[in-house]
């Protein structure tokens, strides 16, 4: 067979496979639903207009075909939370770990069965080009970190998952995209809400007229900053950080006034405020007070904050019934109500591991080679109006966007 040949057999089964995948349905996320929020639940439509957007379809992949994946930085949430979540992907599966500390990564390797020739430095990272078993790199750094780090990833031919926020500055976050685009690689921000299912129907919700007409979203994230933890430490730092409560958290209540409105926002004002002369907040906020006006009218009042205890809060206003889900963007438990005319109604929706489902999104929407639902271009307009609320807050000026 000449090598033309071979090619046009390959792609011959390339799209025979395609298509019967486009038959069986591509969506892998189980929206356990039906019997309590029921017809009301559909996939969500999502920001950045996806198609790979979830459905109530098995996976598409085959059980033996996982992707390999590297976790770069093990820190609290990528030893807590991530590498846990790998045992629940249908599509995933960790090949590799990244680490300034050797010790670390062999006893990680050895409790994830990771091959310990797939341990890397961050002074061999570039090498990793050469590993065919990682498809796909997760930076879970420190924010100042993310975009080189993503960058010599796509320039290694790897396609890349990026924590939040996806960078310390717009320039930075334009930068990454356009190395993913070079290097024909896909780039994804781990906005985790936008895959977990109370999140959803939150959205669904929103979206179905059964709260009326939308007029107002609130939405706080706050935690009190520890100064003692490790994993606080580099949050206190400009340079690292990018910001301080609303680039950690605040993107949270910012991403939930976008994805429950599906519309960017119009007009930003904003107020911020540290208490003087705590030490925590010499390079970085405490608080911040946002609010933005959506071209259907809803305004957004959100918050973020380094002082207050635990919030993790969204509110919907219809002019019909008020939502609450809280908390919202918690790794687990979350608890929706419904306030109307006739009570409150607690919403049971099934529970899912939100890492595993968003890992295997990446995975799938490579697999199936379409758009991931929150791509590069996704963080970069987070990034863009983060910059906005922080100038509202330093001008005191309404700013239109
Ligand atoms: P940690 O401090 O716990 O982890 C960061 C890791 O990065 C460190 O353990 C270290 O890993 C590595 N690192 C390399 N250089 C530095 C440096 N100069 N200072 C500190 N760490 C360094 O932070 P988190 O795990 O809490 O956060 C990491 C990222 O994940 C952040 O972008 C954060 O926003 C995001 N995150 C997302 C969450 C979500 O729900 N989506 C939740 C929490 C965090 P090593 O020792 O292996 O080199």
């Not at 609303?246 to 991403?255: A, H, K, M, P």
């Amino acid at each position: 067979m000449t090598n033309n040949q071979t090619m046009f057999e390959s792609l011959k089964k390339e799209l025979s496979r395609r298509s019967l995948l486009h038959k069986v349905g591509f969506g892998f996320m189980g929206l356990s639903v039906a019997g309590t929020l029921g017809h009301i639940i559909k996939p969500a439509r999502t920001l950045a207009q996806s198609e790979a957007a979830p459905s109530n379809e098995p996976s598409s992949v085959p059980p033996n075909k996982k992707l390999g994946w590297a976790v770069v930085g093990l820190g609290k949430f990528a030893t807590q939370q991530i590498m846990p979540s790998f045992a629940e992907c249908k599509s995933s599966k960790l090949v590799a770990l990244v680490s300034g500390d050797s010790a670390k990564a062999e006893k990680y390797a050895k409790q994830y069965g990771v091959n310990p020739k797939n341990i890397y430095k961050y002074q061999n990272y570039d090498s990793i080009r050469n590993n065919p078993e990682v498809d796909i790199i997760y930076i879970i750094l420190p924010n100042g970190m993310h975009a080189e780090y993503s960058i010599r990833g796509a320039q290694a031919g790897k396609h890349i998952m990026c924590e939040k926020p996806m960078a310390n500055t717009v320039e930075e976050c334009q930068a990454m995209i356009d190395a993913a685009k070079k290097a024909n690689r896909k780039l994804m921000i781990a906005y985790r809400a936008q895959y977990e299912p109370y999140n959803l129907a939150t959205i669904q919700l929103a979206q179905s007229g059964k709260l009326g007409k939308l007029k107002l979203i609130t939405s706080d994230h706050g935690r009190n900053l520890n100064p003692k933890d490790p994993a606080d430490v580099w949050r206190m730092q400009k340079k690292l950080a990018g910001g301080g409560s609303l680039y950690d958290i605040g993107v949270y209540s910012l991403q939930a006034a976008r994805y429950i409105t599906r519309e960017e926002p119009v007009a930003i004002s904003a107020m911020t405020y540290s208490t003087p002369d705590d030490p925590r907040f010499r390079e970085v906020e405490e608080n911040v007070n946002f609010v933005l006006r959506f071209p259907s009218g809803v305004l957004a009042n959100c918050t973020s904050s380094y002082g207050y205890s635990n919030t993790k809060r969204i509110q919907v206003f219809g002019s019909d019934a008020v939502l609450e889900l809280d908390p919202a963007t918690d790794y687990y438990k979350h608890r929706l109500t419904i306030k109307d005319k006739n009570g409150n109604q607690e919403q049971k929706i099934e529970e899912k591991n939100q890492f595993a489902l968003e890992m295997d999104h990446l995975s799938e929407s490579i697999i199936q080679n379409k758009q991931p639902k929150t791509p590069g271009e996704e963080g970069l307009q987070d990034v863009k109006l983060m910059q906005l609320i922080y100038e509202a807050a330093r001008t005191g000026k309404t700013i239109k966007v």
